[in-house]
């Protein structure tokens, strides 16, 4: 089953998708003009969900938020629930103080898999029967009840992504605030700007005040975040696109080819042209 609303004045687009034979996504090609984020919950037994060439195990009752600039598929889809909205339906830039998950459920570097205790995986299935009656009802008010399931949705997983990623500290709301801030100002910046101190500037914090912080919370440094993001959309560029090593580089930000090549092996063990063409024996 997929049902879905479209608002033909502001293109926004809301899908649900319901023991679905068939769910992926294609982002630089078929999909590239359907921005869709995504919410997966899987209902089923484990199963593989391969994200922009790589595998992972997707855990029973377990939710995936992706990344419309993610490519994906999943080995079970018919035991998948996804949820998909384009910014126009909901942007979740605009609405970032009523679900706080701007660069944390959405933009980061890692997948997050959140873990649905009974009670939350009751209260899922409550939601999902609701998203189902309201998509079968057409009437003027669709589009905005719509609209507050998928808020009340997006809240309830950030909740128990937040209590499950720092369970052993107290995060304050300024702190994970700030960390969320970084990693969205890394999505946007990442091709031109690769250094500490442009990020710390933004954030109106000093470069070591920055790395501190992350510190505290045994995540990733700050240049760490930059650095993988670079290369995520590297190894996408070279895995689903002909474009050349020396193009990618440029559209990196990178001035010189032999440095972004090094800069590539440094961190993978291959070069460009290496990782390409080991990704297209397994493809």
């Not at 890692?110 to 309201?134: G, M, S």
């Not at 442009?198 to 975040?225: D, E, M, V």
Request: proline residues 3%; charged residues 25%.
């Amino acid at each position: 089953m997929k049902l879905s609303v479209s608002d033909q004045n502001t293109g926004g687009d809301l899908l649900l998708h319901h023991n679905e034979p068939q769910l992926d996504r294609l982002f630089y090609t078929r999909d590239y003009d359907y921005k869709y984020f995504t919410i997966a919950w899987n209902r089923g037994n484990k199963q593989t969900v391969t994200i922009d060439g790589s595998a992972y195990d997707f855990m029973p009752n377990t939710v995936l938020p992706l990344m419309f600039n993610q490519s994906f598929y999943f080995e079970y889809p018919g035991d998948v629930v996804a949820w998909q909205f384009n910014r126009e339906f909901y942007c979740i830039v605009d609405h970032d103080t009523e679900v706080s998950c701007v660069g944390f459920l959405f933009g980061m570097n890692d997948n997050v898999f959140i873990d649905l205790d009974p009670d939350t995986q009751r209260k899922l299935k409550v939601l999902l029967d609701v998203f189902i009656e309201e998509l079968n009802t057409k009437d003027g008010i669709q589009t905005e009840l719509l609209m507050m399931l998928l808020k009340r949705l997006i809240i309830m997983i950030t909740k128990l992504a937040r209590a499950s990623s720092f369970p052993e500290v107290k995060l304050t709301d300024d702190r994970f605030h700030i960390l969320r801030k970084f990693n969205l100002l890394v999505e946007m910046n990442f091709r031109e700007q690769h250094s500490v101190s442009y990020y710390a500037g933004r954030l109106n914090k000093s470069p070591k005040t920055l790395s501190n912080l992350f510190a505290l919370y045994n995540h990733k440094t700050p240049i760490q975040i930059i650095q993988e993001r670079i290369l995520i959309e590297a190894k996408r560029l070279l895995f689903y696109t002909d474009k050349s090593a020396k193009q990618i580089t440029y559209e990196l930000g990178f001035d010189d080819a032999a440095y972004f090549s090094n800069f590539f092996k440094k961190h993978t063990a291959l070069s460009p042209s290496e990782f390409r063409n080991s990704k297209k024996l397994v493809a």
